[in-house]
């Protein structure tokens, strides 16, 4: 994970990024009366350019599936309530996950769910939650699949039936599993005396499941769509890895 301060290297703002918001501009701030923040103003699809006057900046390196540890990251950094009901509690600030949510873990998409939560609560608030995509984001929609635990392929079969219960109304599905995923993992592990011989064909089920919500067109690879590669927040540029000056000569909204 990689985060530069280029206050001496400034990006050559985008052609079809002009200076009032447009379709691809969005703003957004606390609305509390007489303050004196000025709005979140976020250029690009996905977000690349971020104006955030004034606003604490947390960031957050890779979680890898581990929603424990996410979570007690998240409480340090002063933008989770520790009550356990994920509530944002960072008021104005902007907290931006560097990638590398996906693989070593059994709870990918649950973070993933918190994370798009947390986003939804701080825009109300004033603040802003922003991913990047880092190199296991690829690997996963790409097809390889060589650092996925057993239990990440078990809460993908999950993820699957319980989207046929929402009649795959994805927005609240979505948001709603880090809430539940716990209930879902609880109950597959008391059944699992009950697989048996039968393991491989859970796991085949999983690997099936797996592919259709990661493949290109599928549901969480349209969701890592909505995540930049590169993301310039005021004066500081976060991405997965690192960035060289040659990705800057070629723009980073052309690499998003």
Not at 38 to 61: D, L, Y
Not at 192 to 198: E, F, I
């Amino acid at each position: 994970m990689v985060s530069l301060c280029l206050n001496s290297l400034p990006l050559p703002p985008p052609s079809s990024c002009p200076k009032k918001l447009t379709e691809t501009s969005s703003s957004f701030s606390n609305g509390s009366i007489g303050t004196a923040l000025k709005p979140i103003v976020v250029n690009g699809n996905p977000p690349t350019f971020v104006s955030a006057p004034g606003r604490r900046i947390v960031a957050v390196g890779d979680l890898h599936g581990d929603l424990d540890q996410a979570r007690y990251a998240l409480e340090m950094a002063g933008v989770l309530s520790s009550d356990g009901q994920d509530l944002w509690t960072g008021e104005d600030a902007v907290l931006v996950q560097l990638g590398d949510v996906l693989d070593r873990g059994d709870d990918e998409i649950a973070i993933l769910s918190l994370l798009r939560s947390l986003g939804i609560q701080a825009k109300a608030k004033g603040g802003a939650v922003f991913q990047v995509n880092g190199n296991h984001e690829t690997m996963n929609v790409e097809g390889d699949f060589r650092y996925v635990e057993s239990g990440a392929f078990d809460e993908c079969a999950d993820f699957l039936e319980y989207l046929n219960d929402y009649e795959y109304d994805w927005d609240e599905a979505f948001v709603r599993w880090c809430g539940v995923s716990r209930i879902w993992k609880d109950e597959r592990k008391m059944s699992r005396n009950h697989w048996g011989p039968w393991n491989l064909v859970k796991r085949q089920k999983g690997v099936i499941a797996r592919s259709v919500l990661f493949r290109p067109g599928g549901p969480l690879a349209c969701e890592l769509a909505r995540h930049a590669v590169a993301l310039k927040v005021n004066d500081w540029i976060f991405c997965h890895g690192g960035l060289l000056p040659h990705h800057v000569a070629y723009g980073i909204e052309k690499m998003n």
